[in-house]
């Protein structure tokens, strides 16, 4: 396994509808929604964050189906919910390089994410059967921007 | 030297695999000319994604090493992928040939 920095970031769920799940959560959990939902074309979803009021606890992601071809609706369809986990990582590339030598399925290739202000994504699959999401860190953006 | 019929019981395997993780109705017939990629196979993204991890799983167990399929079936390379379980054997067949000519040319 390689030495860099893998931070986990986010717990990814899938909803049809973002505002009337964080009513949900927030009344449930005592979470609360870090900002206003972010329409992002490129991945397909409308997206939100949910903050626990515990320091540490994880990130949740609400992750709404933006358009009639979003990946989204499979997901809703087999019965939405938690599907995906988020890791930061310094390196994207060299990452998603890395797992796809173990014989990761590469879904998307880095591309840049509304929701983490431009930062860049990639979509794998696990071979246990599950999603993974890595976000690059805002080290390694501040490093290319340089 | 990998024989075509012992690619498409491997191919037939990972079909049987996968369905046994699917719903009756969705569950993919495992003839040679069945379509079992593109968007008349009937699977969602989850189930192709579920479906090349099964293929390269059987491939693996048979032949102990298992040609990417991945990326050419997942890109959209300007060779049109193979659907069904017959163009995805000869196609395999190409890899592993393509394979044991580059290890030979060393």
Same mark, same amino acid.
């Given at each position: 396994m390689s030495d860099q920095r893998l931070c986990f970031h986010h717990i990814g769920m899938a909803v049809q509808d973002i505002a009337s799940a964080t009513r949900v959560l927030e009344d449930s959990l005592g979470c609360r929604s870090t900002g206003p939902p972010v329409d992002d074309p490129l991945q397909k979803a409308t997206v939100s964050f949910l903050k626990s009021e515990h320091e540490g606890d994880p990130t949740i992601e609400l992750v709404a189906p933006l358009g009639?071809?979003?990946h989204l609706h499979d997901v809703l369809q087999r019965g939405g919910g938690a599907y995906h986990i988020c890791y930061e990582v310094d390196d994207l590339e060299a990452k998603v390089a890395e797992l796809k030598s173990k014989?990761?399925?590469?879904?998307?290739q880095p591309l840049p994410a509304a929701a983490f202000d431009g930062r860049r994504i990639a979509w794998l699959y696990a071979p246990t059967r599950a999603l993974f999401e890595l976000l690059e860190s805002a080290v390694q953006e501040e490093r290319v921007e340089k | 030297m990998i024989a075509r019929g012992a690619i498409v019981k491997a191919l037939k395997a990972a079909v049987k695999s996968l369905n046994a993780q699917l719903p009756a109705e969705q569950r993919l017939s &495992?003839?040679? &000319?069945?379509?079992?990629?593109?968007?008349?196979?009937?699977?969602d993204s989850l189930g192709f994604l579920n479906l090349v991890l099964c293929i390269e799983s059987e491939l693996e167990a048979a032949f102990s090493s298992a040609p990417s399929i991945a990326e050419t079936i997942m890109s959209g390379s300007d060779q049109e992928p193979p659907k069904t379980i017959g163009a995805l054997a000869d196609f395999i067949l190409d890899l592993f040939q393509d394979e044991a000519n580059g290890a030979s040319k060393e």
């Open positions: 009639a071809d979003s014989r990761w399925l590469v879904i998307q | &495992d003839g040679e &000319d069945a379509i079992i990629f593109g968007s008349s196979s009937g699977l």
